[in-house]
């Protein structure tokens, strides 16, 4: 909508030019009427009308000190003048000051209609260069990568809205990484946005600083109009909705009163919008709220991913979701949480669980209908829960399924004894038992066993004994008799002897020499 000015001291003129156009369907309205420059200059000030129609002789101040008076408060105003005089100077004076149109009274609305589309068609041009050369500085200024008074001359034409108390908010679209139709969301979100701002009696400043967010910098007329502020964000949230059916969460910096801290405000607004990690989507986050002073980032530490691995190796499910789960407990408690740590903590995990339990690509991938490829999912995910979940379906989809993917075998005989290994190889295990209880007899197991994985029982169960040894004696601080007795060895000399026929090492130095690395 076009906010129009009228300045004639003929008040006639000023009924007829108001009620004979229909300014609604031309996307226009009348925003004032004013009767000499002077009332016209103060109103301006207030209602800050893009387009000015005036008349050049006045009482008081010709229609060209009214320009002049204008164009060094607002240089993007488009002035359409009327006059009764068909004066050559007058004509001059208007190309010089770059007035749009020039209209000799008396004028029909056909006239006058012309002249309005044409204003409305440069400033539509001038939006749209102000636009990027604002948007530029702007986001050069949040990068670091500039100055604030590059961007105070960005914004030069409309710097009388800049004021001492400004916030940031930065509008961010749920889940945009699921939506199908992402640029035709992403244009609703600044439509609406566009929309709302232009109705705001706050100045605003808006900018698109990725496909899924967008920037607002809201400079307050007064220090508490952030409440009205609050309204027209939710009902930007509303209006997204209702149009989208997408929800958006928006994270609000406190008020600054110096720009020099703009970048630490859109810091503090991104914060605001990571919190929706821990909080939900589609809620309005006030940084000033956030409690970030207390308990540290929660940590998945090398030790308990570790664990997670060995109950995975063991098929216990409960332990290593329980260890899982003691993870995220800590980090829902948080009063203040950085998603990215939480992110790359799983991150970590999902990748030595792949690496060191998966021996079967391709079977994994039939079992989850995809690759798991952690680094790219984990990065599309944007809440706490969903992140558990992911890990978890992980953990679950590994233990509960099995089978080739686990073991590395196609054979499901030798298959199902390796799984036994896995479960029981920290007690006192024979291929005898084994054999009995699946039903065979130990000469064809032997064979069997033998011919899938080129190894005999015992060798095969030895080697899985200290592989899990030299995996406890990395990442654990137990004692090497500890260790021997858990994973099956009840005589601590002959499991050394045991470890240091496979290593080369004994099972000191094999710690000693991690702990070197």
Known sequence: ???????????????????????????????????????????????????????????????????????????????????????FDFAKSAIEKNVGSFLLKPTNTNDVIEAVEKAKEKLNRQKSVNTLLRNE??????????????????????????????????????????ISDKKKVSASLAEITERSVSMSRNYILQCKIEKSKIFLLIFLKEIHSNISFFDLLKNIQLLFLQTTEQTLTIGVSGIYKNLNMLHRAWEAAEKAVGQRALLGNGRIIDYTRIDNTGMGQPQFTVEEMHEVILSIK???????????????????????????????????????????????????EKLFGRIVKPVVEIENIELVSEIQKWIAEIISTIIDEPQTMITGINKPLVQDTVLYIMKHYEEQLTIENVAESMFVSVRHLSRQFKLETGKTFVEYLTDYRIQIAMELLKNSTQKVYEISQEVGYKSLKYFCKIFKERTGLTPLEYRNSVDIQ
């Open 137 to 178: 500085a702007l986001i050069n200024v949040l990068e670091g990568d500039s100055n604030i008074n590059d961007f105070l001359k960005a914004v030069s034409s409309s710097a009388v809205g800049i004021k001492d108390n400004y916030t940031v908010a930065v509008l961010a679209i749920d889940n945009y990484n699921g």
């Open 314 to 364: 063991k098929m216990n499910k409960k332990a290593a979701l329980d260890i899982v789960d003691d993870y995220f407990e800590k980090v829902n408690c948080a009063k203040y949480l950085e998603v990215d740590d939480v992110r790359n903590n799983i991150e970590e995990l999902a990748i030595l669980i792949i690496h060191n339990c998966v021996k079967n690509q391709a079977e994994m």
């Open 1 to 87: 909508m076009f906010d129009i000015m009228i300045v004639d001291d003929d008040e006639i003129l000023l009924y007829g030019l108001e009620k004979t156009i229909d300014w609604a369907a031309m996307d226009c309205r009348i925003a004032a009427k004013c009767t000499d420059s002077d009332e016209a200059i103060e109103k301006f000030k207030k209602i800050r009308p893009r387009i000015i129609i005036t008349d050049i002789c006045m009482p008081g101040d010709n229609g060209f000190s009214l320009i002049e008076s204008v164009q060094k408060i607002d240089g993007d105003v488009q002035f359409i003048i009327l006059s009764g005089y068909p004066n």
